[in-house]
């Protein structure tokens, strides 16, 4: 292939004008790897990876393990008795019966008729520390002594007591889980539980759910050592549950307080306050906070594309006729919210300009490519250099490249910095050697020095100093 | 038996489990249906084919459904995970079965298959139920799956929210069971140490399975695969859990369901999107088949390239594998050319290609789902984990609780600034009234299991400090995490001076230069020790950091077994079987500080294991620990969880 056919294939000129170490965008990328061959179907691709395939095999069973090894490892697996040990001992002690336990051998644990044994038997148990073993001499000390001395031991045995409380919680039996608790003075915990199996167990029956958390607030939630806020927590679900039975609509009985909102503001949102499904009366009721109501309003207003509702609540015009943003939406997060709703550029705009340093405004107009306000805060902080840059960036002859070479035209005065590098050649020029000039950028000189700041002026004297100690 | 490579023999490990489910089939009957829950399809798939099922007797195979009624066989096998409910499921069905014809009975026609183990308490079910004799159950014990080179995983998902959040122990014998499988596979490692009490329990039963089965044909000397196991709990190393992770494969976890090590790429719904509330509008659509990928390195080279990179740089990678398939292309060749590449490569190549495809998908739904508040949270975590800032790292959560908030990422950060920084009542409150008002009030009880599971601080009510029936937890809620973290990850390094500044050869650019994983330190020190004393030195702050292994033996004054030690055990609630405190070693170390002569490691490889769940930024901090110090480490645990997973497990 001749140089001058390479360069002009279609394949090579798009590239031509990226340099090669550069990164291909993503859509590069994926148009060459979905680029197919001539003669390969696509679903091939699929069709011919079989992971299980691919893996197997790789170290065959027998030089993995010796065929006796293995059958251990089998024999371990099944909880069998090794055939030599069948003979089962006549006395089993403490330890013996532990062991098999752990191991998952078959066992009775009713020889164990002491207290000293059924004792030692749980603490073997606890030391070796399988749950397991744990929770089998638990609950053959539930069956075999009475519930206080069972209680007695499980009360300084926390971990013995954790598996017996998983158990009841499994199996369901939250009233003795509820005793056992009372009776070990954990009554606050008690009620939490009794919580979490109400709404796992009655979550699809509001009338159930309701009578039995009305039943558990006042019985077990105001009791002393409940925490305040916890009991708050579960009047307000049945404030909520009761609202819900009173409107009845099937499809949003078991919502969230703020998904009710986001309902009521695409449904109700013009009944005022003190209206069962006004949003306002529904703010109050659940002490929802400005900042959470902001979010759903502005949520629900924009995917629905009702910005007209959007912009009369976030946006207001000062005296001066201007449009300011309040919102109780931090900027910065409320920028960044409707830009993924794609709010209109306008309204972006607006709010970023009220965020008060330059510097963050620049920034995040350049993240959301609002080219209004960078354009304008270029012009405002007098940077030429970085608007003249800018300028580049957008395409031509639109609309915001125009604005942007207006605001050149009409702002010729300089940047601080400018100003120090400007005043910084023109000494080293006259004073010290000529080569310097061509590190200037040759339009530096063509602007007049009309003050200078403090800055400047420090500037001016450490050249000074300079100067003058070349003289010495 | 030691010829072949290690990560080859671990990725034959499938082949004992599938023993272990032959054995159990066999005792099934001849002709017979597989029932089977739908969690355990992708974990099977791993073990055995559908054509293998079939040479064992499996005849027709359907998904566990409580509204299952015939199938095609008298005979039925159930295969469930060791969760109470779905065998109670199960048995249900059974029970309805035997209503409508009683003859099955006496036909022995039902087995159930549970994994890991059967519990005694599902013995007594059975009993309770009429059913013993009916039905039979079986253990089926599968050994550690191979996902990725050098990761490992027992895939029993549901171990978290029992061991940390439940604080039921039952099945942790089964991770004990495992490593006694794997240990005849690669021999016992010289040095063992433990990092935690669930830890230390999986080394003593682990020392009960090596003494039962103690047999004279067993290889007795120590390991030339493994030259230190490393047990670790969960709940030793919170922060790592609840970080955003900077690498792609962490990131991928964040926002993509993994099973089993296939990721589920819906690049539409991804986990950030669901765990979000939505304000209408977006109908759902049908959910569309989505590709799936295998993140295994050996069959796609491509994610093993990027696996572990910071995210800055994966698109880099991928464009530049792009050009070069770019140069590949088929038009510079010729017919003869063609052929042989059609015959040779073009699989490959294809393959390569539709890896590149979904990982720049995945990447694109990275970059668009997350870029936006990916600063200000990588800066609000370092801030934390540094104990700076408190007031706006609590403005910044909240603000996040007050809008965008996600069920459980949201959650996670909560935790983390409870775990470092610590929150007071009110505070506390504030997040609990918004996380409630977002999700439901059912949520409640969520905060309580965070705060079993020790993921949450609960700051006690200023009114209720005195209250007496409270004291005794007094001490527990107390706000006794605060700096404790700190001084605590400061004293281990944890915590790199300056998080900017940290190239990729720390371990914490997984964290952004944040902060160190405890399984990377854990594995640092033990890979650069050259004495045993050297190591503990090292690893001082490490709370309830046990040794066992040749170490042990070394200590034992003659042979002590289980029967003597438990029947010496007065009222110390420690059985020290498998493993000793290291304090009780510090006088013998002064005299021989290399007791055990274990170190410097030989060989230079370290088998991590965390019991509940590891995630991807540890397994890539120990790649670079892996590759600083010239040596192996291999992760396993019972699952590869993130944050949100460990978060999910508390609702």
Request: charged content about 20%.
């Amino acid at each position: 292939m001749e140089d001058d056919d390479y360069w002009n294939t279609s394949e090579t000129k798009a590239k031509a004008f990226s340099f090669d170490d550069d990164v291909l965008s993503t859509q590069e990328i994926l148009a060459i790897g979905q680029k197919s061959y001539p003669g390969q179907k696509e679903e091939s691709i699929f069709s011919n990876v079989n992971i299980t395939t691919v893996k197997s095999a790789a170290v065959p069973l027998n030089s993995l393990v010796s065929s006796k090894v293995l059958d251990l490892i089998l024999l371990a697996q099944s909880g069998k008795d090794p055939s030599k040990e069948t003979k089962l001992e006549p006395v089993e002690t403490v330890a013996m019966t532990l062991k098999r336990l752990t191991l998952g051998r078959s066992c009775s644990l009713h020889v164990h008729r002491s207290m000293k044994s059924k004792t030692e038997l749980l603490d073997g148990a606890l030391a070796i520390g399988d749950g397991n073993a744990v929770l089998t001499v638990v609950l053959f000390l539930i069956q075999t002594l009475n519930k206080k001395l069972v209680y007695e031991l499980l009360s300084s045995r926390p971990v013995a007591l954790n598996h017996y409380i998983a158990f009841l919680q499994n199996e369901g039996k939250i009233t003795e889980l509820t005793d056992l608790l009372t009776m070990l003075g954990r009554s606050p915990e008690a009620a939490m539980y009794q919580f979490q199996h109400a709404v796992k167990t009655q979550g699809n029956n509001i009338d159930v759910l309701f009578r039995k958390l009305t039943n558990l607030l006042a019985n077990h939630f105001n009791q002393p050592g409940v925490d305040q806020h916890q009991a708050k927590m579960v009047a307000d679900y049945i404030k909520l549950l009761e609202w819900q039975k009173h409107i009845n609509k099937p499809d949003l009985k078991y919502t969230s307080v703020i998904q009710w909102l986001a309902h009521n503001c695409s449904h109700h949102w013009h009944e005022g306050a003190g209206n069962a499904m006004s949003p306002l009366t529904l703010c109050q009721r659940h002490q929802i906070t400005p900042l959470q109501y902001d979010w759903v309003v502005l949520n629900v207003h924009a995917k629905a594309g009702k910005w007209d509702i959007v912009e009369s609540l976030f946006t207001k015009k000062d005296w001066f006729g201007r449009t300011t943003v309040s919102s109780n939406i931090p900027i910065e997060s409320l920028v960044a919210r409707l830009h993924e709703l794609r709010g209109s550029t306008q309204l972006l705009a607006t709010c970023v300009n009220r965020v008060a340093s330059s510097d963050d405004r620049l920034r995040l107009a350049h993240i959301y490519k609002i080219h209004s306000v960078v354009i304008e805060t270029l012009a405002k902080q007098k940077d030429r250099a970085a608007l003249t840059n800018y300028k580049m960036t957008l395409s031509p002859q639109s609309e915001e490249y125009i604005l942007a070479d207006n605001t050149l035209r009409d702002n010729v005065s300089f940047t601080n910095n400018q100003l120090l590098f400007s005043l910084f050649f023109f000494f080293r020029v006259n004073d010290m050697s000529y080569s310097e000039t061509t590190l200037c950028q040759p339009n530096i000189f063509s602007f007049k020095v009309t003050k200078l700041t403090g800055a400047a002026r420090f500037f001016e004297k450490v050249i000074t100093a300079l100067q003058e100690e070349e003289k010495k | 038996m030691d010829h072949q490579p290690l990560s080859s023999k671990l990725a034959s490990l499938s082949l004992i489990s599938q023993c272990k489910l032959k054995d159990i089939l066999l005792l099934c009957g001849d002709k017979k249906d597989l029932i089977i829950d739908p969690t355990l399809i992708k974990p099977l798939e791993r073990i055995c084919g559908v054509n293998w099922l079939r040479q064992h007797g499996i005849d027709k195979i359907y998904k566990m459904d409580p509204q299952l009624s015939s199938t095609a066989n008298t005979i039925r096998v159930y295969f469930i995970p060791a969760c109470i409910l779905k065998y109670k499921c199960v048995l249900d069905q059974i029970a309805s079965l035997l209503s409508q014809n009683p003859a099955l009975a006496d036909l022995k026609c039902f087995h159930i298959i549970i994994v890991p183990k059967v519990l005694t308490t599902y013995d007594s079910v059975l009993e309770s139920k009429g059913l013993y004799g009916i039905v039979k159950l079986h253990t089926f014990s599968w050994e550690l799956m191979a996902l990725d080179e050098q990761l490992l995983s027992l895939e029993l998902p549901f171990l978290f929210k029992q061991l940390f959040v439940e604080q039921n122990h039952s099945l942790l014998s089964s991770i004990s069971m495992s490593l006694w499988s794997l240990f005849h596979v690669t021999g016992k490692p010289k040095a063992i140490f433990s990092v935690g009490k669930l830890s230390a329990s999986i080394l003593d039963m682990l020392e009960i399975y090596n003494e039962t089965y103690a047999r004279d044909f067993l290889d007795t000397h120590s390991s030339k695969d493994i030259g230190a196991l490393i047990v670790i709990d969960r709940n030793q190393d919170y922060a790592s859990s609840l970080l955003t992770p900077a690498t792609y494969s962490g990131l991928l976890s964040e926002l993509f369901n993994i099973n089993c090590g296939h990721l589920d790429l819906n690049v539409k719904e991804t986990k950030f999107k669901k765990g979000k509330l939505n304000f209408g509008s977006e109908e759902e659509g049908a959910s569309s088949k989505n590709t799936v990928m295998t993140l295994d390195s050996s069959t796609d080279t491509l994610y093993g390239e990027i696996k572990h990179r910071h995210f800055s740089e994966v698109l880099s990678v991928l464009s530049s594998k792009a050009k070069l398939l770019k140069n590949e292309d088929i038009k510079a060749l010729g017919i003869q050319e063609i052929k042989h590449f059609v015959a040779t490569k073009l699989q490959q190549v294809s393959l390569f290609k539709q890896n590149l495809v979904n990982h720049v998908l995945a990447c694109e739904t990275i970059i668009s789902e997350m870029s936006n508040k990916f600063e200000n949270l990588k800066l609000a975590e370092t801030e934390m984990l540094n104990n700076r800032n408190k007031k706006s790292n609590f403005t910044f959560v909240d603000e996040i609780f007050g809008t965008d908030i996600h069920i459980y990422n949201s959650l996670r950060l909560m935790c983390l600034l409870s775990l470092t920084q610590s929150l007071t009542y009110d505070e506390y409150n504030a997040l609990v009234s918004k996380y409630l008002l977002a999700f439901g009030y059912k949520y409640l009880y969520v905060f309580n299991n965070l705060i079993n599971a020790g993921l949450l601080v609960q700051p006690s009510s200023p009114k209720l400090s005195l209250n007496i029936s409270n004291l005794g937890n007094l001490s527990d809620r107390l706000p006794k995490w605060q700096n404790e973290f700190q001084s605590n990850a400061n004293k281990l390094k944890q915590l790199p001076s300056q998080a900017d500044k940290v190239g990729a050869a720390s371990p914490s650019y997984v964290f952004h230069g944040g902060y160190i994983p405890l399984v990377a330190v854990l594995c640092n020190a033990l890979l650069t020790s050259d004495t045993l004393a050297e190591a503990l030195a090292k690893l001082s702050a490490v709370t309830d950091l046990r040794v066992g292994g040749t170490i042990l033996e070394k200590f034992k004054d003659g042979m002590q077994t289980l029967n003597e030690k438990l029947s010496n055990l007065k009222l110390q609630n420690d059985l020290e079987f498998g493993c000793k405190d290291v304090r009780s070693l510090a006088k013998v170390l002064k005299s021989e500080p290399n007791k055990g002569g274990c170190f410097p490691l030989k060989p230079k490889t370290i088998l991590v294991y965390v019991v509940g769940g590891v995630n991807y930024a540890e397994v890539a901090a120990c790649d670079v620990v892996q590759t600083n110090t010239g040596s192996k480490i291999f992760v396993a645990s019972d699952c590869i969880s993130s944050g949100a997973d460990l978060m999910a497990a508390n609702t």
